[in-house]
Nanobody, 124 residues
């Protein structure tokens, strides 16, 4: 059983940067993939980024590619989502997720373990 707790959300102005953190606890030995997804107002949930623990390979949604970075600090059991060049359309609830399924990462929306989310608001 894995627990995920996000932090770092807040209200920022356009073009700002924000870094979200996710503390991973519980049975973490067999985690294969970690990731983030978001729920924006009036839009479907969207997988944002993922990282494969095996070799650190990352994947991003087209909407955030080049702006967002996902990293992992295994020693601290933390996963980060660094968000740069934030825009109002990035406003939403951001969730951390984890998957134990072996192999390359599947869609983040299919990761079974999820946190409670942290709110990100981008406005001027």
């Amino acid at each position: 059983h894995v627990q995920l707790v996000e932090s770092g959300g807040g209200s920022v102005q356009p073009e700002s940067s924000l870094t979200l953190s996710c503390l991973v606890s519980g049975f973490t030995q067999d985690l294969n993939c970690l990731g983030w997804f978001r729920q924006r107002p009036g839009k479907e949930r969207e997988g944002v980024a993922s990282i494969w623990t095996y070799d650190g390979r990352t994947s991003f949604a087209d909407s955030v590619k080049g702006r967002f970075i996902i990293t992992r600090d295994k020693a601290k059991d933390l996963v980060y989502l660094q968000m740069n060049g934030l825009q109002p359309e990035d406003t939403g609830m951001y969730y951390c997720a984890a998957d134990q399924l072996y192999g390359t990462c599947r869609d983040v929306l299919d990761f079974p373990a999820r946190g409670q989310g942290t709110q990100v608001t981008v406005s001027s």
